[in-house]
Nanobody, 120 residues
Framework: VQLQASGGGLVQAGGSLRLSCAASGSIFSVNAMGWYRQTPGKRRELVAITVDGGSTNYADSVKGRFTISRDNAKNTAYLLMNSLKPEDTAVYYC???????????????WGQGTLVTVSS
């Protein structure tokens, strides 16, 4: 299983970016997909996650500005980030909780990080 993340880059404060994360490989079911972020010297923190059934959870710092969505047919998650702030600058990592085969346990997979830089 691989997670391919894309969409990071440099944007001015107040701007928008959309991150994508596509899961591929041997996948039976995807139970949740989401995004974490990390800055140097800090722990990786949850940004947003969407679970099967459509419920979502956001970090307080991004509520009202970020929107997570998922295309189940494509095993792809998206993170639309609006009204970006310099403090949103971080490496963003996508994550998927999925089962590779019928009867297998759920496992957690991480994508490579994508850098988001918000200039003031």
């Amino acid at each position: 299983v691989q997670l391919q993340a894309s969409g990071g880059g440099l944007v001015q404060a107040g701007g928008s970016l959309r991150l994508s994360c596509a899961a591929s490989g041997s996948i039976f079911s995807v139970n949740a997909m989401g995004w974490y972020r990390q800055t140097p010297g800090k722990r990786r923190e949850l940004v947003a996650i969407t679970v099967d059934g459509g419920s979502t959870n956001y970090a307080d710092s991004v509520k009202g500005r970020f929107t997570i969505s998922r295309d189940n047919a494509k095993n792809t998650a998206y993170l639309l980030m609006n009204s970006l702030k310099p403090e949103d600058t971080a490496v963003y990592y996508c994550v998927a909780h999925l089962r590779e085969r019928i009867g297998s346990y759920e496992d957690v997979y991480w994508g490579q990080g994508t850098l988001v830089t918000v200039s003031s």
